[in-house]
Structures are given as structure tokens and as C-alpha cells.
């Protein structure tokens, strides 16, 4: 198993979001996470990926045999969990080509593999730029600045294609995209799937599910997952609403 | 969050990597400033009755001034008394070569990473090297010679070439121009001067390394540059100094001379030993620089300040000629305890003159970073433009950052421009770098550097790699 999830605990400003949730996603599959607002969604998220600002207050966290909180942000990256973010930050006068080589060598140099020199860096990057159809010229701007909603979000996948992750989690990926820019992100995603890596897929909306279609999804409530199912859940959730999971969460407690 | 937080605090235990102090026997006047000593410094270098003259009406005016107020440091009160106004490696008065100088001299600039070998400078970089008050060693001369280009200590240029020192020294910083520029004309002691002769592209960078060793001595230097019609040279300072648990001083003055059509580019690499991380002891470092640009003509000023305890410094350019420019682009970071006031102004008085200020500030730490900068327009300068950019980043939070812009504009054609930006280092910014697998330090540098990306690339290309990596070293840690 790639990540098994026990009893998570978090909070975050004292407040607790996660409570006791239980989670667990072998290689090869994707997982859908949905659920209402407020529910933790992101918070799960966040805490894979160590955000300082998400205490983890109780339960474990086992990623690759390893334990994750264990870890350092940067050392969860280096071991292969990525996140797109939801917000993707801007990062002035950093070249987006050279702060993606700077993580791509600090990658791999962890894995004790030869850091790769320019060349075969931009070859590299050139090949993975055309699968989400992005501008080359985007490779040259500083990281995210002036980009628009969609192409943030493209940056973001792109950034995972050249990283290549075992654990790639996607928040609210879809959020602010058009439908032309949701396909082609949903694209880009879906040539990643491969055996070897699992996907976790965080989304408010089952929209996204249309065009990456997941082998399990999750409904969080409260804090925690309140149903598991396979990917009909979603289309159910979308004609039922949410309240209708709230329901049975409530009349289940 | 708690883990930046105590990072900030790590930052600020890093320790000044030229700290260490060579031992060698100097020849130092005691404390003390008066007549006497001034009379004392220009007969130590022979100099001639005009330059004494020069001195003598500086102290006099000097004894009458008051430090300037107005800027926005907190500086102990300085006891001008308790500072020695001479001090030089004892040596062999004429020094016709580099083999005549103090072997322990060239051992400390060799340590600093100047070689002063001919044979062994890497660079296409002429040096002048000075060791507290004087000029120890200029190297290329010869070669330079060749195309005319003088570029030799202040003192040799007041006994070979008086008649260019007496046509240009104070013609743009004048001995009665402000308290520091006035006790510097009356007690300078050396610095370099270059003169570029007309339509001569100066086929080398020519740099100045200064270091002050001595203790209780302020350093107090004189730079000259005159770039004749149609020449062009780019000029390159840096500068350290041990570490000391009192505060040194260092008023410098820098005079800039652009004729019709010439071109100076002037960069400044400042890295003063900056006190410890309590602010006991660091260079107070006041300095007045200032070009004028005459027809057609353009002076280029680049600094990145990441050294001294108090930095006190606005260069200046007096665009005179019609069509001149200037441009000032300045990293200054304050770390710890650091006190930063610096800016520049630019004195449009020439038609369809031009200039350009990036400013970027960083404070880290406790440090307090000022941007102060003055845009005039003269009321004949038609067609004036001014673009100004001031940007300051912040680095934890009991740092601060401080804007002053002054515009005094007497000519409605002009153009002023003004922008003005403060961020702060963002968490987020450091967290979405350590998610693609960055360390927290390699991302607060890429940040920083990304920052000053602008300013960096306006250096020559060996110094902007130096100006980058001791830009990291002052931030070393600043962040968690």
C-alpha cells in the first residue's frame, strides 16, 4: 500500500477539521475526495504535503512504508508527493524554467541520481510543456506572476509531469477553470496515470470526475470520510446534493 | 507560524567572514582632530600648499557644521575626538612595486580573494587596493598607461596629475557640501583616481578594494573619476573590515565626472563588518557620491549594501548636459541590528534628461531599511523624464521598511513616474517551494535573488555572482 491513513487528527488555528479520518490508496489508483465546503477537503491535503500552518493532533500517516509526518515538507517532495495547490503562489523575478530545475535536481539528487544539466533540462521540459499544451514562452516567465487562473493550474500539472510523483494530490484543481482549460488539465493528468502512482483527486464538484475518472471516491462531512464508493458515488452526490450526505452522516452518528 | 519564527532567529547568529584582523606595525596618529593633525596628514604625504589649502578650508567649515538629523538611523553619538584620522601600514615611503609592499598586506587582500599579482588576476579587472588609508598596491598600470588612461592612488594623482586634481576635486561634491563630504575634504588620506582620456573605451573593469584594519581609525577616501568626451569605463568598489566591538568610521566621498558623450558606470559591492547580532560594534559607513553628467553623457550607479552597521549614502546624479542620463539601481539589506538610510536623487537640469531609480530593500531581522530619494526638475529641463521603482521586502516581522520619495518638479513637460512596493517573504512563497522539494534556505535565496533580479543584472558579470552569494551569507538563516 502507497499511503494508508489512521485516525487523522488536524487542526489549524485551534480549531479541529479533521477527525479521526481514515484513508487508504494503493499505486495505480485514483481517489476522488469530495465533500461540502468546510468539510476538510483541503485540509487533508495540506497536511499530506506538511503545511506549517495544519497541526497534526492525532492518528499516523504511513506513506511508501515510511512515516510521512516524520517528515519535512521538502522531504515529502523529495519522496515523491506533490500537491498542486489550489492557490498557486507567485514567486517574482524567478525564472519558472529555473525554479523548476532547482526542484526537478533537489529531486533527484535525494534519489541519488545525476542532476540533470541545462540540456537535457529544457529538452526535458520542452516535451512535458507540449502534453499540456503550454505557451514555451511560460517556461520563461518568473513563476506564476501574471499568469491567469487557468494557466496556473496548467503550471501546476505541468510541474508534476516533469516531477514525475508517486502521490500526486490535486486540489480544487479545477476551481476558476473554464471548460477548454479543465480539459486540458484533466488531459494532462490522465497521461500520468500509470500503475506505479496514485492520485488523489480533491474537487467540490463532481464535474471534474466527468473527465478524470476515478476508481474510488470519498465523501468527507465533518471531518471525516462518511462514504466510500466507486465513481457513481460522485454522480449520485451531484443529483442528491450534499445535504442528502449529511443526512445519512447525521442519521448514522 | 512558530517554525518561521524561530528560524528568524537562527538568522541572526551567523557570523562576518572577514572579520579577522591583520597584525602589522602601522604608523597611526593618536585620537584627535584639529588643525594640527589635518596640517599633519597632508605633510605625511607631501603634499602641495594648494591641497593643504583644500583641507584647511574644509576643517574650518567643518568646525561650524552640524551632523545632519534629518534621516531616519538611530546612531550613538559619535565622539569625532576619540577617531584616529591616519593610519598607514609602515612600508617603504615609494612604493615602485608590488614586491616593496608588506608582505602581511598582500597576505590580507590575498585572503579576501584579491590577488594583487598581475600574473594571478583572473579577471580582465584592474585593482587598487587600499589598506586603511592609503593605496598599497594598483595593478595594470602599465597596460593602461598605454591607452592613457590614468588609474593610480589619490595621492600620486595630487603629486603627478595637480592640474586635473585641481580642476575637478570638489567640482561636483563641494568642501562645504554636507558635514561627512566636509570632514572627508579636510582629513582624506587616499583613494583612487581615474581619468579616461577622450574617446577611449577603458579595455578593462577598474575596481577598488578597500579594508580597514586599524582600530579606533576611520577610514576616510576620495575617489575621482573623469571620463573625458566620448570615453567610457566601468568601476567596480568593494570593501570589509574586521570584526570590532566598537563602532568605525567611514565617510567617503566619490566624485564622478561625465563630459559630453562619455559613459561611467559605477558599482558598488559594500560589506563592512555589520556588528553582531546585538549591533555592538560594525562600520558606520557615511558616504557622499555623486556624478555630474554633461551633454549627452550617462552615469550608472549600481550598489548592493549589505554591510555596516549604519549605511548613510545617496548617489547622485546632477544631469546637466541636455540628453544626459542617469540611473541608480540599489540592493540594501539590513540584517539584525542593521540601519539602513539610502537612496538617490537625481537633479534634472538638461533638456529631455532621463533617469531611472530601482531601489530594492530587504530587511531582515531587526534591521530598518530607508529608502530616501529626491527626483528634481529644473525648470529648463524640457522633455525630462523620471521612472522610479522602490520596492521592499520584509523578512520576519520586527524588521521594518521605510519609503521617502521627494519630487520637486519645475517644468510642466516632464514625466515623473513613481512605484512603490512592500511585501513580505511569504510563507506561502517558502512553503510551495519546499513542496517541489527545495530547502527552506535555497528557497529564501531564489526569492530574494528573484527579487533583485533587476538590480544584479545591471553588474558587471564576476561581481554579480559575488553580489549573489553575499547576499545570501547576510540573509544566511533569515528564515526558517
Known amino acids: ?253 | 507560524m512558530e517554525t518561521t519564527e524561530e528560524s528568524i532567529e537562527q538568522l541572526a547568529t551567523r557570523e562576518y567572514k572577514y572579520g579577522w584582523e591583520t597584525i602589522l606595525e602601522s604608523d597611526t596618529f593618536p585620537p584627535g582632530l584639529n588643525e594640527t593633525v589635518v596640517r599633519g596628514i597632508s605633510a605625511k604625504k607631501n603634499e602641495p600648499e594648494w591641497m593643504l589649502e583644500f583641507r584647511l578650508k574644509a576643517f574650518r567649515a567643518w568646525q561650524d557644521m552640524a551632523e545632519p538629523t534629518w534621516h531616519n538611523l538611530q546612531i550613538e553619538p559619535i565622539d569625532y575626538q576619540a577617531v584616529s584620522y591616519y593610519s598607514a601600514p609602515k612600508a617603504k615611503p615609494q612604493l615602485a612595486s608590488l614586491d616593496e609592499v608588506d608582505p602581511e598586506v598582500l597576505a590580507t587582500f590575498a585572503k579576501l580573494g584579491i590577488p594583487l599579482e598581475e600574473q594571478k588576476m583572473l579577471a580582465n579587472v584592474a585593482v587598487d587596493a587600499v589598506f586603511d588609508s592609503v593605496s598599497v598596491a594598483t595593478t595594470f598600470r602599465a597596460k593602461l598607461g598605454e591607452m592613457g588612461v590614468i588609474f593610480c592612488s589619490f595621492s600620486e594623482a595630487v603629486k603627478d596629475h595637480p592640474e586635473l586634481i585641481r580642476q575637478y576635486l570638489g567640482s561636483v561634491v563641494p568642501y562645504t557640501d554636507n558635514f561627512f563630504a566636509t570632514l572627508n575634504s579636510a582629513v582624506f588620506s587616499d583613494g583612487s583616481f581615474v581619468y579616461i582620456p577622450k574617446g577611449v573605451k577603458c579595455p578593462m573593469e577598474l575596481s577598488t578594494y578597500f579594508r580597514i584594519n586599524a582600530k579606533n581609525t576611520g577610514q576616510f577616501e576620495r575617489t575621482l573619476i573623469v571620463a573625458d568626451e566620448g570615453s567610457h569605463v566601468s568601476y567596480l568598489e568593494g570593501c570589509t573590515a574586521p570584526m570590532r566591538d566598537e563602532h568605525q568610521l567611514h565617510a567617503a566621498v566619490v566624485e564622478l565626472v561625465a563630459l559630453d558623450r562619455a559613459t561611467i558606470k559605477y558599482s558598488t559591492i559594500q560589506n563592512w563588518y555589520p556588528g553582531d547580532k546585538n549591533g555592538k560594534g560594525g562600520i558606520y559607513n557615511f558616504v557622499t557620491k555623486r556624478g555630474k553628467a554633461m551633454t549627452d553623457a550617462k552615469i550608472t550607479w549600481t550598489q548592493v549594501e549589505t554591510g555596516s552597521a549604519i549605511t548613510w549614502k545617496y548617489p547622485s546624479c546632477i544631469l546637466q548636459g541636455d540628453n544626459s542620463v542617469g540611473e541608480f539601481y540599489s540592493v540594501a539589506t539590513t540584517n539584525n541590528r542593521q540601519q539602513a538610510d539610502t537612496g538617490t536623487k537625481m537633479i534634472h537640469i538638461g533638456k529631455n534628461t532621463r533617469s531611472t531609480i530601482v531601489s530594492k530593500g530587504i530587511s531582515a531581522g531587526k534591521g530598518q531599511n530607508t529608502y530616501r530619494g529626491a527626483v528634481k526638475i529644473g525648470k529648463n529641463a524640457h522633455g525630462a523624464r523620471n521612472y522610479s521603482q522602490c520596492d521592499s521586502l520584509l523578512i520576519g516581522d520586527k524588521c521594518g521598511a521605510h519609503t521617502f520619495p521627494y519630487l520637486e518638479i519645475k517644468n510642466t513637460s516632464s514625466i515623473v513616474e513613481h512605484e512603490a512596493s512592500t511585501s513580505k517573504i511569504g510563507e506561502d512563497q517558502i512553503f510551495y517551494c519546499q513542496q517541489r522539494g527545495i530547502a527552506t534556505e535555497d528557497a529564501v535565496n531564489m526569492i530574494v535573488s528573484g527579487f533583485c533580479k533587476e538590480v544584479f543584472r545591471e553588474l558587471p558579470m564576476e561581481f554579480a555572482v559575488e553580489a549573489q552569494k553575499l547576499l545570501s551569507i547576510s540573509l544566511e538563516g533569515s528564515v526558517g
Request: aromatic share 6%.
Open chain 1, 1 to 253: 500500500m502507497l499511503l494508508e491513513i489512521k485516525d487523522l487528527c488536524v487542526s489549524a488555528e485551534d480549531k479541529d477539521i479533521l477527525k479521526s479520518l481514515n484513508l487508504s490508496v494503493n499505486a495505480g489508483e485514483v481517489h476522488a475526495i469530495m465533500g461540502p465546503n468546510g468539510s476538510g477537503k483541503s485540509t487533508l491535503a495540506r497536511a499530506l504535503s506538511g503545511h506549517p500552518g495544519y497541526a497534526v493532533t492525532g492518528g499516523s500517516i504511513t506513506y511508501n512504508g515510511k512515516d510521512l509526518l516524520d517528515m519535512a515538507p521538502e522531504e515529502r517532495a523529495c519522496e515523491g508527493v506533490f500537491m498542486a495547490f489550489q492557490y498557486p503562489v507567485e514567486i517574482p523575478g524567478v525564472n519558472n524554467a529555473y525554479f523548476l530545475k532547482a526542484a526537478l535536481n533537489a529531486v533527484r539528487k535525494h534519489r541519488g541520481e545525476q542532476e540533470l544539466d541545462a540540456v537535457e533540462f529544457m529538452t526535458l521540459i520542452r516535451e512535458k510543456a507540449s502534453l499540456l499544451e503550454m505557451d514555451q514562452s511560460m517556461l520563461h516567465r518568473a513563476v506564476n506572476e501574471g499568469f491567469s487562473g487557468g494557466e496556473k493550474k496548467r503550471n501546476e500539472i505541468f510541474q508534476m509531469a516533469v516531477l514525475e510523483p508517486k502521490l500526486a494530490v490535486l486540489d480544487e484543481t479545477d476551481s476558476g477553470l473554464d471548460i477548454d482549460a479543465l480539459r486540458v488539465v484533466a488531459n494532462g493528468v490522465n497521461a500520468l496515470r500509470s500503475p506505479d502512482r496514485a492520485i488523489v483527486v480533491v474537487t467540490h464538484y463532481q464535474r471534474l470526475l466527468d473527465y478524470i475518472v476515478p476508481d474510488f471516491v470519498h465523501v468527507l462531512s465533518g471531518g471525516r470520510i462518511v462514504r466510500s464508493g466507486g465513481k457513481e458515488l460522485a454522480l449520485e452526490l451531484e443529483e442528491k446534493g450534499y445535504g442528502w450526505i449529511d443526512a445519512v452522516a447525521g442519521a448514522g452518528a
